[in-house]
Structures are given as C-alpha cells and as structure tokens.
Nanobody
C-alpha cells in the first residue's frame, strides 16, 4: 500500500502558475516508487474525476489530457519519493481538486491522496 499526500494548491489568477507536489510513502509496499506508474487526476465541483497526466513507465514518456497538453508537466523524483505537476498558463476551467495516484503493473490507478484544491480566478 502506498500513501500519497498532495500539496501546493491554492488560489491563482488566470495565466498564472502553480507546482503541485505529491509525497509518496512506499515503505509499506516494499517496492520503490520507480516501479510504479504515477499520475495526476482532478475533480471539479459536480463533475467526474478526470485524467490529467501520467508517467506510466518511468522512462520519460508521459501522457496528458488534451485540455492540459502544452501547459502542464508531470515529473517525478524517485530518490525523494516525490511526484510533481507543474501547471502553467492556468485557466478558470482548471479549477478542481487535484489528486495524485500510483499504479503497479497492469492494475488500475489506486492509492489516492486526499487531494489539493486549485482555484483559478481573478
């Protein structure tokens, strides 16, 4: 079991930037973070949780939702057990609670964090 704790959310004006962080506690799982796929998801009020970005294979190949492509960047520091989401050129429609998650092998994303609120408003 991996425990995840997100931070870095807040209120930002349109066009601004935020960097979300996710601390992963992998000790109980017995596997290093490098063996997990990592991802970010978000959920806006009244909407379903949606995929934002992922780094599945820990090989530099990342994937993004079309709505954030070119603006958001997912990264990881396996040595520090950290997952990041750099968000630039933020838009009001990016307002949501952002969650990080991990997956192992062919399993679905699980081990969700508690989320961090991002609000984009002037």
């Amino acid at each position: 079991q991996v425990q995840l704790t997100e931070s870095g959310g807040g209120l930002v004006q349109p066009g601004g930037s935020l960097r979300l962080s996710c601390a992963a506690s992998v000790r109980a799982s017995g596997r290093p973070l490098s063996t997990y796929g990592v991802g970010w998801f978000r959920q806006a009020p009244g909407k379903e949780r949606e995929f934002v970005a992922a780094d599945i294979y820990n090989n530099g190949r990342t994937s993004y939702a079309d709505s954030v492509k070119g603006r958001f960047t997912i990264s990881r520091d396996n040595a520090k057990n950290m997952i990041y989401l750099q968000m630039n050129s933020l838009k009001p429609e990016d307002t949501a609670v952002y969650f990080c998650a991990v997956k192992y092998g062919s399993s679905q994303f699980g081990s969700w964090g508690q989320g961090t609120q991002v609000t984009v408003s002037s």
